[in-house]
């Protein structure tokens, strides 16, 4: 389980105990630009994970928490 927060962190829990397995920090959005994280996303694997927020989309490594690809958002509103 994964949700963004408002203050652009995503915090990622174990789907059968309900631990806070990590945060992933990253998102640099401004506050002025509505920072917070809108969206996020697991791979079907569960490898991999997409977050969106209003300045840009990023992929994750779930288990090292790493940065794989920042893309600017250029108005897109939801991943998929």
């Known amino acids: 389980i994964a949700a963004g927060r408002w203050d652009k962190i995503i915090t990622i829990w174990d789907a ?5 397995k990590g945060n992933l920090i990253g998102h640099t959005s401004s506050d002025n630009d509505g920072g917070r994280v809108n969206y996020v996303k697991f791979s079907s694997d569960g490898k991999f994970l997409a977050s969106e927020s209003n300045k840009e989309i990023i992929i994750w490594d779930v288990l090292t928490k790493k940065i794989l690809k920042n ?5 897109f509103s939801c991943i998929a």
């Open 16 to 20: 059968l105990t309900l631990n806070v």
């Open 71 to 75: 893309i600017i958002n250029n108005g």
